[in-house]
């Protein structure tokens, strides 16, 4: 009964709310054929070949797996498509009148500050530079916002002569624009009026965000800048709420072209290496803000979210990231290409710093149904508060990833089951095969349809989006279809379960390898290692989930794990191991990324090219004089 009230409880809570409904109870079962990967100048020729002769784009889109929706026809047929997964909550819900007054305090509450520090004294290797660092150095006078921007425009540009390995995830920077904000902000500490948490933090953001001053390329050779402007501005509303913030936005970031595949590949601009494994690619598409964070250039950093492209960079990288609830994020004053999966969200160094920035970001738009969020809060109320702290484990589709993966991160999760108060549960999920084929008809659809001339795209990205024009309309209203199925059965598991957190790899692979160097000129399209990458992640962006991605470890791909921590430059690349949680529970996946930060403080190290910027920017400052 109790179970039964929460779930109309929560259905009043949340308007849109799916109807909790179990899915059919079918077993799980992959019957995926293989696909070879295509690298080289030989994917000129394929790209080609996929857009002018139509019966091999059928070919290939069958093998890949697209058809396999009209298998599954007799179980979904009668559901009621879903186009948009946007779950909105009732103002009460998440803002009150005792917190209204709070909201222009973007400060994170937190009661165990001490054990975080105690955790960075005991685990050096692991320490990065936060949000909360940056303050504390500006309030005391140690820097200034100036000094640190001064010590990163020579790491960062590509506008000079020798341009430093850094600058490859950075498309473009305004240095006047930057030294403006930087003595705008030293300024402000100096007259003790700061503007709060991000006051003078260096940041950067992803090309597919507009900025004022700057151009839009969405990684490509074209350019897409925004017109459609807002108080005489294009600049997107989250990006304005880091200018407001004081926030010294250090220029635009890399991605893969128009987000359309993970790896971080871009032969238009240039491609980030691993900051932890150069033989290795960044992850995308967020691949410059994870590599930026990372590398320690910058504590947050903004990217977007539309099949992973938030959290696979970030477990890559060895850092966090959170993919907020669908809609959550304004993209206004432009518009979202992605609409029924995709989001804008932040990368972040450390789970407070990550808090901090969303916190900033999220406040809604005015044409945005979100109200207000209350103060975030790190900390979780004793004994999970109102619901237990229970993990949602779905083993079959866990098992998909490596055993080393397998092994990390159920470590992982014995930990936080034994030392912080965790149940794990089995859970079960219909159709999950065919719900990522679903995931991806319906990316490649909007890609085909937003972008018909593709002669001046990158070949990789040709060979997707002439896959996408093969999508009939029947099997695209399948797609949408099992959504529905999906969440209803995730709405129905949130029924049994009030409060779990569904747990799993980030990815299902360990990393993915630049196989060699004509790639990162001509491109590549692999499907198989793409679709191993996604194999997590799709659910929370089709079915418009919250979701985190934290650092679980290192595996090396050649030899297992990593043990001991003790030894860097054997090949290895970072894990990381993801939550998602039901709509609008951002900050419950927050405090989930609280603990496990310090589940798995000795599992974290910064990557042998990490930049000490404070160390630098106190040295250039001692040369000055």
């Not at 298998?71 to 009148?97: A, G, H, L, N, S």
């Not at 009939?472 to 049994?496: G, I």
Request: charged fraction near 20%; charge should be negative.
């Amino acid at each position: 009964m109790s179970q039964k009230m929460d779930s109309v409880s929560q259905s009043k809570r949340l308007l849109n709310y799916p109807d909790p409904l179990r899915g059919p109870d079918v077993p799980y079962v992959v019957e995926r054929k293989s696909n070879p990967p295509i690298r080289g100048w030989i994917i000129c020729a394929a790209a080609l070949i996929l857009e002018y002769v139509r019966f091999v784009r059928e070919i290939i889109w069958r093998n890949a797996g697209f058809g396999d929706l009209r298998k599954i026809r007799p179980y979904i047929e009668d559901y009621e498509p879903w186009f948009e997964p946007q779950i909105v909550p009732y103002p009460d819900f998440e803002t009150t009148d005792e917190v209204k007054d709070e909201l222009e305090d973007d400060e994170i509450q937190e009661t165990e500050a001490t054990k975080r520090d105690d955790l960075r004294h005991k685990y050096p290797q692991a320490k990065y530079y936060s949000v909360e660092d940056y303050r504390k150095l500006y309030l005391s006078g140690a820097l200034t916002p100036l000094d640190v921007a001064q010590a990163l425009l020579p790491l960062i540009r590509r506008d000079v002569e020798n341009p430093t390995e850094y600058s490859s995830a950075w498309f473009d920077s305004k240095v006047d624009k930057v030294l403006a904000a930087a003595r705008a902000s030293t300024q402000r500490y100096k007259e003790g009026r700061s503007l709060g948490p991000l006051d003078g933090v260096p940041t950067g953001v992803k090309d597919e965000y507009d900025i004022d001053g700057y151009e839009t390329n969405l990684g490509s050779k074209n350019i897409y800048t925004g017109t459609i402007h807002e108080e005489d501005s294009i600049t997107t509303w989250c990006v304005r709420k880091l200018q407001e913030s004081g926030a010294i936005i250090l220029g635009k970031l890399s991605m893969h072209e128009f987000g359309l595949d993970t790896t971080g590949n871009n032969p238009v601009h240039g491609t980030p290496r691993n900051p932890h494994n150069p033989n290795y690619y960044t992850g995308g598409s967020s691949s410059g803000t994870g590599y930026a964070v990372s590398a320690g250039l910058i504590p947050i950093g903004l990217g977007s979210d539309g099949g992973g492209s938030i959290r696979i960079p970030s477990s890559l990288c060895g850092v966090f990231g959170l993919k907020p609830t669908h809609g959550r994020l304004s993209f206004k004053p432009g518009q979202n290409h992605c609409l029924t999966c995709a989001c804008l969200g932040p990368i972040a160094a450390d789970i407070k710093s990550l808090a901090t920035v969303f916190q900033v970001i999220c406040k809604p738009h005015p044409s945005s149904p979100f109200p207000p969020l209350k103060r975030l809060s790190l900390t979780a109320p004793p004994n999970g508060g109102s619901h237990p702290k229970v993990l949602g484990i779905p083993s079959a589709w866990f098992a998909r990833a490596t055993p080393a993966i397998q092994t990390l991160c159920n470590t992982m999760i014995r930990r936080l089951c034994s030392d912080h108060g965790y149940t794990a549960v089995e859970i079960d999920m219909p159709f999950l095969p065919e719900g990522q084929i679903a995931h991806a008809i319906t990316v490649l659809t909007d890609a085909a349809t937003l972008l018909p001339e593709t002669s001046n795209l990158t070949y990789g990205n040709r060979i997707l989006i002439a896959l996408g024009t093969v999508t009939p309309a029947s099997d695209y209203m399948l797609a949408m279809k099992l959504r529905r199925v999906l969440m209803q059965h995730l709405s129905w598991l949130w029924q049994q379960y009030p409060g779990m957190l569904i747990v799993t790899p980030t990815t299902s692979c360990e990393g993915l390898p630049i196989k060699s160097k004509s790639e990162l000129k001509w491109g590549v399209n692999d499907g198989d290692r793409t679709l191993q990458s996604m194999e997590y992640v799709w659910l929370a962006n089709f079915c418009g989930l919250p979701s985190i991605s934290v650092p679980a470890g290192f595996v090396n791909p050649e030899l297992g794990l990593v043990d001991d921590m003790d030894v860097q430059g054997r090949g290895e690349v970072p894990v990381g191991l993801m939550a998602m949680g039901e709509w609008c529970a951002e900050e419950q996946l927050l405090q989930f990324g609280a603990v496990c930060e310090e589940a798995g403080a000795d599992r974290r190290r910064r990557p042998p090219i990490w930049v000490d910027v404070v160390k630098k920017a106190k040295e250039e400052v001692a040369q000055r004089g």
